[in-house]
């Protein structure tokens, strides 16, 4: 009899053993499969974004209009000027405020410098054939697509442009966001076009369903 119980005592001490060590391992565990989880959110989030750029530059130099599919796991996409379309995050990583990096344009400008990047220096502007057009920036788990002003060897400046539809912005969800060639416009805005006397400015409206 005692030793029956003797094999119960120590089954059950050993199974508490267990489960203490289980529980050890998935509290410290937990935060990193969180973490986990945020840096894919943030990966996911840039090829997002880059899929919307490469899509805005297709129907600005086509003249079209295209349909593409828009998740957000998390924040909102914001519409905020007519030359940048901003992602926040509410991923709380470490280094969520750390400095702003270049994703996707151009990283040097003509000294090959990134003081005389568009992407690096807004109030520059880059050479039509030798810098992007666009800018993804990427800013801790923030993103930002921004568009730069480009010139051509006869002086005249060329740069895309957002428009607003109904709906510029959305918080965490799956979206449909359409965009639609709306007009060339020619006239200059001081506070956009960086000095240019005459600039051609695709206008795409963004859409968002």
Wanted: with cysteine; hydrophobic share 35%; net charge negative.
């Amino acid at each position: 009899m005692m030793k029956g119980q003797s094999q119960v005592v120590g089954f059950t001490i050993i199974t508490l053993i267990m489960l203490s060590i289980t529980s050890i391992v998935f509290l410290w565990a937990q935060p990193l499969i969180e973490r986990s989880s945020d840096f894919n959110d943030i990966d996911s989030m840039e090829n997002q974004m880059i899929k919307l750029d490469n899509s805005i530059k297709q129907v600005a130099y086509d003249k079209s209009q295209k349909t593409i599919n828009f998740n957000i796991e998390s924040g909102s996409l914001i519409w905020e000027k007519k030359n940048r379309i901003n992602y926040y995050s509410n991923k709380e990583l470490p280094f969520s405020s750390g400095e702003k990096i270049i994703v996707q344009g151009s990283l040097t400008g003509i000294d090959n410098t990134t003081s005389t990047s568009p992407c690096y220096n807004s109030s520059v502007n880059g050479s039509i054939g030798d810098d992007e057009s666009s800018c993804l920036y990427k800013q801790g788990s923030n993103f930002q697509l921004f568009y730069p002003v480009l010139n051509d060897s006869s002086g005249n400046c060329f740069s895309i442009r957002i428009v607003p539809g109904s709906n510029a912005g959305a918080s965490a969800g799956n979206y449909d966001i359409e965009l639609k060639y709306n007009q060339t416009n020619t006239v200059v805005e001081s506070n956009l076009d960086n000095g240019c006397s005459t600039i051609y400015k695709p206008e795409i409206i963004l859409n968002i369903k």
